[in-house]
């Protein structure tokens, strides 16, 4: 889980995200755009700000901390 806030700031993340995108708590506060700039962030905060559909799912490929590729669901809140 990874809870950013309407800025693009870290907010709150669980273990399975430090495993999954090597992001650590000390990341808390920071811009998540630069931390992981393989995701589309300025697609989902415009999905945000139109109230689309309830989930959006989007796939991408990280590098570190190893190469895998993760299906992200977000969810505005």
């Known amino acids: ?3 950013v806030d309407h800025d693009g700031r870290i907010v709150s993340l669980n273990a399975a995200v ?5 992001l650590q708590a000390r990341d808390e506060g920071q811009a998540i755009q630069g931390l992981v700039p393989e995701i589309g962030w300025e697609k989902l905060a415009t999905f ?5 559909a309830r989930v959006l799912r989007y796939d ?16 505005p809140l």
């Not at 430090?18 to 090597?22: A, D, Q």
């Not at 945000?48 to 689309?52: F, I, M, S, T």
């Not at 901390?65 to 992200?72: M, Q």
């Open 18 to 22: 430090t495993r999954l995108l090597g």
């Open 1 to 3: 889980v990874l809870v």
């Open 60 to 75: 991408f490929a990280v590098t570190y901390p190893r190469e895998r590729f993760i299906r992200l669901c977000a969810v």
């Open 48 to 52: 945000d700000r139109e109230g689309g």
